[in-house]
């Protein structure tokens, strides 16, 4: 391979395989670039994911309802304020999808990620579910009054137990019920 170039300090590397004629670089081969320690680790969890999305089942994709992964998980909260919680994801729905719309066409997948992030920390934790979902909603609703209370007002904060109803519904979080439940 031959690159014109104009006339610089020779370069002549140790193995011989450049060199500065003058005018004139001569390559033998043309360097392979080496994958970096990050980018084999990324593109490993990417065949990972390959392979798992390639072994789902029809199980992975079975309909059931809200009150039975309700159920399932007892989730008492849930299971009271069902009627509110719902009537609060239709309203959280509505306002991502305005945010889709207008601009903002990865938020779903924020929020949701932020919601799970949160929840998998504190699932570790041996707690009840009504109790995983009140420190989910303190840990989320302080985070918010830390960063934005100039910004939210408390009511407004006040309306993270529906973002939270909203991940679990889009089953982000917890455990979906077996076929036979």
């Not at 989910?136 to 904060?157: A, G, H, P, T």
């Amino acid at each position: 391979m031959i690159f014109n170039k104009l006339p610089t300090v020779n370069t002549n590397s140790s193995n011989g395989t450049q060199y500065n004629a003058g005018k004139d670089i001569y390559l033998k081969e043309v360097p392979i670039p080496k994958a970096s320690a990050i980018q084999r680790l990324l593109l490993n969890i990417v065949n990972i994911q390959k392979k798992e999305e390639d072994s789902l089942n029809d199980e992975d994709y079975r309909a059931y309802s809200i009150e039975k992964k309700i159920s399932f998980n007892e989730i008492d909260i849930y299971e009271k304020f069902l009627d509110d919680f719902r009537d609060g994801y239709a309203i959280i729905e509505t306002r991502i999808q305005d945010l889709e719309v207008n601009g903002f066409a990865n938020v779903r997948q924020l929020l949701i990620n932020y919601v799970c992030k949160k929840y998998r920390r504190l699932s570790c934790k041996n707690i009840s579910p009504d109790d995983l979902i009140d420190y989910l909603d303190l840990e989320i609703s302080n985070e918010l009054k830390d960063i934005y209370l100039v910004e939210l007002s408390l009511d407004e904060i006040n309306h993270v137990n529906f973002l939270i109803f909203h991940v679990f519904a889009k089953c982000k979080i917890f455990v979906k019920p077996p076929i036979d439940y």
